[in-house]
């Protein structure tokens, strides 16, 4: 998983890091792989969904907001904060 080192991918870019299939994480969003090849291509989407495309391919969204004073966690309805867990 060297590419997953990057600090950026794309949704895409992240599945295939993982080793994943679209119909596999098609099937972990409860979606078919068409609706998760139109995701990937996307340039706006809800931050639920977001949220599903990411713990479908393993991981967990954590929202950072920067400021030059430092970096601040975003708290969104659902999400774990870095301090809970």
Do not use: C, W
Request: hydrophobic content about 45%; aromatic content about 4%; charged content about 30%.
């Amino acid at each position: 998983m060297g590419e997953i080192d990057q600090h950026q991918l794309t949704l895409a870019k992240l599945r295939r890091a993982r080793n994943l299939a679209q119909a596999a994480v098609a099937e972990a969003m409860d979606m078919q792989q068409s609706e998760v090849s139109r995701l990937e291509r996307r340039t706006d989407f809800l931050i639920s969904t977001l949220r599903k495309f990411i713990e479908a391919t393993g991981g967990e969204l954590v929202m950072v907001a920067r400021y030059p004073e430092g970096d601040v966690q975003v708290a969104v309805p659902g999400e774990k904060l870095l301090e809970d867990a």
